[in-house]
C-alpha cells in the first residue's frame, strides 16, 4: 500500500479517517463524547500537522498517520491560543 504526503486539501478525510477510528477508543470517547467535538480536535490537529508535513495517507485516506520528530511540535506557536479555546469552549480549563 502507498502513501503520501497530506496536503491541506486532505485536511477533511484526515479528520473523518482519525474520527472514525479514535471514536470506540476508551480515552479518546470518554474525553470526547460527542462525535462532533471529537472531530473539530482532530481538524485542529491534523491541520496543524498537515501545515508542518508531519502526515502521511493513503490515496482513499483508509489509513492515516501523524507522527512528530524527536524535539518536534504538535503546533507552531501561533496555534497555541487555539487550543486553550477548544478546551474552555468545552468546559475545561487547561492543566485541571
Not at 502513501?3 to 479514535?22: C, E, G, N, P, Y
Not at 498537515?50 to 503546533?75: D, K, M, N
Request: charged content about 20%.
Amino acid at each position: 500500500m502507498k502513501s503520501r504526503a497530506a496536503t491541506t486539501h486532505d485536511v477533511q478525510s484526515v479528520t473523518m479517517t482519525l474520527a472514525d477510528a479514535f471514536a470506540g477508543d476508551p480515552v479518546w470517547s470518554r474525553a470526547f463524547p460527542e462525535p462532533s467535538r471529537q472531530q473539530v480536535w482532530w481538524r485542529f490537529w491534523a491541520s496543524c500537522a498537515v501545515g508542518q508535513g508531519y502526515v502521511r495517507l493513503t490515496e482513499a485516506s483508509e489509513a492515516v498517520g501523524i507522527w512528530f520528530p524527536p524535539g518536534g511540535h504538535e503546533f507552531v506557536l501561533e496555534d497555541e491560543p487555539n487550543v486553550d479555546t477548544l478546551v474552555r469552549a468545552w468546559g475545561c480549563a487547561r492543566g485541571d
